[in-house]
């Protein structure tokens, strides 16, 4: 049925269901396969069209992006920090994880807003 439903000659796949936080039992998952045959990709791109990237929420931008890095993902630009007014400051980094796709990695202080 997978090789039928997919066009992948032979698949197989391996995968998890990830339940979205707050999203309550019922809620949706987020998919993750993995093929046992996979096709070479080119690089990835934040400003492709269509799905571009996944953002997370980390506690600690710099020490989720060294996370990424040491499984082998990497970055793409600078850790940056922006005062949103209103908001807070929000620090983000564009990485790819170990397969290159793009994801945003991104943590949000209120501290300005209380001073």
Request: hydrophobic fraction near 45%.
């Amino acid at each position: 049925w997978l090789e039928e439903a997919t066009g992948v000659p032979n698949a197989h796949i391996r995968g998890i269901h990830l339940r979205l936080p707050e999203c309550g039992p019922e809620g949706p998952t987020l998919e993750i396969f993995q093929y046992d045959q996979e096709e070479a990709r080119s690089p990835s791109a934040v400003n492709w069209p269509g799905f571009a990237h996944i953002a997370f929420a980390v506690d600690d931008v710099k020490a989720a992006l060294e996370a990424v890095r040491m499984a082998g993902g990497g970055a793409i630009g600078n850790v940056v920090s922006l005062f949103v007014a209103g908001v807070g400051t929000v620090t983000i980094v564009y990485a790819t994880d170990p397969e290159g796709n793009v994801i945003e990695l991104q943590a949000w202080s209120k501290e300005d807003l209380e001073q």
